[in-house]
């Protein structure tokens, strides 16, 4: 079996797509950036999230059954650093951060390419991340011009170059 710093220096070869991944919990709300979000399933449609366990925002999707995805835009490298816990943790995530809601009640980051609004099915641990299934009750794509992807690569944020 290889170490984790292994798997991690491996894994920065491989480039992903940004989002942030909110919960709500009666009156709580917290959030948090991730690259682990996938499409599972389109009947029903069924996306999956990992989220560290032992962090605010796992812990009110558990409590609160629902998630909501923003797939962040390239010009939203600010909100992706900010609630990847990297500026000021005293500032809170949500501050001056305009949002809305679909169905579930759980916050999306406005300006986002693309929404989608979650109710959990399935949870399960895998080390110490908790990975959710969530049937997708409401999506919404931005369709405003101009939007191109932020993306993750080797520890840097970058966006997304035409060929």
């Given at each position: 079996?290889?170490?984790?710093?292994?798997?991690?220096?491996?894994?920065?070869?491989?480039?992903?797509?940004?989002?942030?991944?909110?919960?709500?919990?009666?009156?709580?709300?917290?959030?948090?950036?991730?690259?682990?979000f996938?499409?599972?399933?389109?009947e029903?449609?069924?996306?999956?999230?990992?989220?560290?366990?032992?962090?605010?925002?796992?812990n009110?999707?558990?409590e609160?059954?629902?998630?909501?995805?923003?797939?962040?835009?390239?010009?939203?490298?600010?909100?992706?650093?900010?609630?990847?816990?990297?500026?000021?943790?005293?500032?809170?995530?949500?501050?001056?951060?305009?949002?809305?809601?679909?169905?579930?009640?759980?916050?999306?980051?406005?300006?986002?390419?693309?929404?989608?609004?979650?109710?959990?099915?399935?949870?399960?641990?895998?080390?110490?991340?908790?990975?959710?299934?969530?049937?997708?009750?409401?999506?919404?794509?931005?369709?405003?011009?101009?939007?191109?992807?932020?993306?993750?690569?080797?520890?840097?944020?970058?966006?997304?170059?035409?060929?």
């Amino acid at each position: 079996m290889i170490n984790p710093e292994s798997l991690k220096e491996v894994m920065r070869a491989w480039a992903t797509g940004v989002a942030i991944v909110t919960g709500r919990h009666e009156n709580l709300i917290h959030g948090m950036t991730v690259n682990s979000f996938n499409s599972i399933a389109l009947e029903p449609p069924t996306v999956l999230v990992a989220l560290q366990q032992h962090t605010r925002t796992r812990n009110l999707v558990i409590e609160g059954g629902i998630f909501g995805v923003s797939i962040l835009d390239s010009a939203q490298v600010g909100l992706a650093r900010r609630f990847a816990g990297q500026i000021d943790p005293n500032i809170s995530r949500f501050e001056n951060v305009a949002t809305f809601e679909l169905e579930t009640g759980a916050p999306l980051i406005a300006g986002a390419i693309a929404f989608l609004d979650c109710k959990v099915i399935k949870h399960f641990d895998v080390g110490n991340t908790t990975v959710f299934l969530g049937e997708v009750i409401a999506s919404k794509l931005n369709k405003n011009e101009g939007h191109h992807p932020l993306l993750y690569f080797n520890r840097q944020w970058r966006g997304l170059e035409g060929l």
